[in-house]
């Protein structure tokens, strides 16, 4: 049977990555050697990690001055990165859910915090808009997707001081304009790549302005320095990063996956709205493209489990909602293919019928 | 032609593991779906890190009291997490290479290091044997195989506070004894995995004693309660780990891995005390059995470029030493076949006859 990858992350990925990503694993580039046991150092690797690079700058637009690393550790390192490189004495956070908290926690380890606003009291549904952003903060600190709670900022926007960007779940599903922000970054485990690499996106001269010491591996200057290369990257999940690139690029690029996250978001969404059996949880304006919430309608709530196991039945995997949510989540990544959503779809429809 | 990998990390691995790798991206577990898109949280993967945990404590015969961690990061990272979760008032450190500085390098930044010896003056051939680590020391660190000089410590030391070692090029090549240590720590991308993942061995009771502020993602309390799923881990590398760590137990445990190792370094060494054309570098009582470091004797200096093209040519990789040593190294990991290491032989013998 076939299935629908319907994970939160680590994800689907195109079919191809995956299976020339276990290609190179047998035999990378005819070496007689398997990506998984050369140098990162080899004549061999130094092309892919250039390669991968000029393919973020490409695709995102991105203007002179910025570097693009590839580092091990999770955006969840880049939490406590983030506040060590760029946080002297203020830095503004928009609290928006889980992993907005999370930046906000290992900031204010380092200094002093200003939340501009939270939607915590309405469980996170809903991305707030009516705030200030203090002059004098270092930075203004966004997550742009809301994994856990289905909400997304789809737009960049305006902020009196640099924007610092989680990007994790929605990079490479629209146009950036990366100019508005000094970092950008995110686990690779959506849109990119299998677990285990970081992309940092960091404008070059918005580093070494700090007082305090930082650690080597937590200065974005070791890595730009040394082009990714300070210690060993992780070779296998940078050599799939860059098949996802070149997937990408050949799809047409940011703006044709922008489309095609619309277009699988706008039928899915009109399926919860149109269904009886099911509602939304986000805030229609706020609804991310990436990660589709729903729960079952109050009347039909005992139809919870039944739902879950009835889809699961029909080949749909991963759409268990996160447990501060509950319900269903769907997430919606550039590699899923519109057959999914439509298999999703079917299913709800011939479970509406059954009911 | 048969390649010989003498890479010195990432590095060779049992083919095997390599070629289970490449069908788990392809298909894990029968589950339709690839190693690469799978949720870490799946009921299928937490049995992976589980079995690789026990594993480590079977093979390696650790104590009870003492956790087992897969991290992101890669020792660099370790380096500076040691001193964050260990380092109060005053670390020792012996001075083997520039792994070791490195590691001094970041508790450095923390508090006060006491360098108890070092081999810097003679280009790290030997390691130092006659110095006294301070009583009042928080821990004494040591770097047991140091990788760019070919020495090794090829026994536990004894020490009047805890040990902290970094095992990244030896673990799993002789038994340990854990309970000298308080933490062990490594990355994984030479005897047991691709690169991106690191293994860490912890004491629990040793944690939890700072007074400083630990960013969350480098205190290993964190990964220690979230049994290494504080975030996403790097699952495609920890499943590879798996494999090689089932590998190991197959061959008969650590103890025949030292066996093994013995026996390769044994045959390269006494080629390199014969071969008139060919040096050791290392001190003999210090040799590592990991990294064999050689260089051309004095009278034959100029043939250094002739020899490497020569067992290039009949499918030696990764002999060319490194830059702070200059000559040849042949990394001799636990998957190296012994078969690899008489290739070599045979080339430095063939080229001896031609000279």
């Known amino acids: 049977m076939k299935k629908h990858n319907f994970n939160a992350g680590p994800s689907i990925l195109p079919r191809e990555v995956i299976e020339d990503t276990a290609k190179a694993i047998l035999d990378f580039n005819g070496s007689g050697l398997s990506l998984m046991e050369i140098s990162h150092r080899a004549k061999d690797f130094q092309p892919v990690v250039d390669e991968a690079e000029a393919l973020f700058k490409e695709l995102l637009n991105i203007p002179e001055g910025y570097s693009v690393l590839f580092l091990g550790g999770g955006a969840s390192l880049e939490f406590c990165m983030v506040p060590y490189n760029f946080l002297e004495k203020k830095a503004a956070y928009l609290n928006t859910g889980t992993w907005a908290k999370k930046a906000m926690k290992e900031a204010k380890g380092l200094g002093e915090v200003v939340e501009v606003a939270s939607s915590a009291d309405a469980n996170f549904s809903f991305i707030p808009k009516d705030y200030t952003v203090p002059a004098d903060a270092d930075y203004f600190h966004i997550t742009t997707n809301n994994t856990i709670f289905g909400t997304e ?62 650690p080597t591996m937590l200065n974005y200057q070791t890595h730009v320095e040394s082009g990714s290369m300070f210690n060993t990257p992780p070779v296998v999940p940078i050599y799939s990063a860059l098949l996802t690139l070149r997937w990408i690029k050949a799809q047409g690029g940011v703006k044709a996956m922008e489309s095609r996250a619309i277009e699988k978001a706008d039928l899915l969404y009109a399926e919860i709205d149109r269904n009886k059996l099911f509602v939304g949880t986000a805030a229609k304006e706020d609804r991310s493209r990436m990660n ?60 509406e019928k059954l009911h």
């Open 153 to 214: 900022l789809k737009e960049d926007l305006n902020s009196p001081v640099p924007m610092v960007a989680d990007m994790s779940s929605d990079i490479f599903s629209r146009p950036i304009d990366v100019s508005k922000y000094i970092c950008i970054y995110g686990g690779a485990q959506k849109n990119l790549a299998p677990a285990g690499v970081t992309f940092v996106i960091v404008k070059n001269d918005a580093l070494g302005k700090m007082s305090r010491y930082i």
């Open 292 to 351: 589709i919430c729903f729960v079952m309608a109050p009347e039909y709530k005992e139809l919870e489990a039944d739902f879950l196991k009835f889809a699961t039945e029909k080949g749909m995997i991963g759409i268990k909602g996160h447990r501060s949510v509950g319900g269903f989540r769907a997430s919606c990544y550039n590699a899923l293919p519109k057959e999914s959503v439509q298999a999703l779809i079917d299913c709800m429809q011939e479970f």
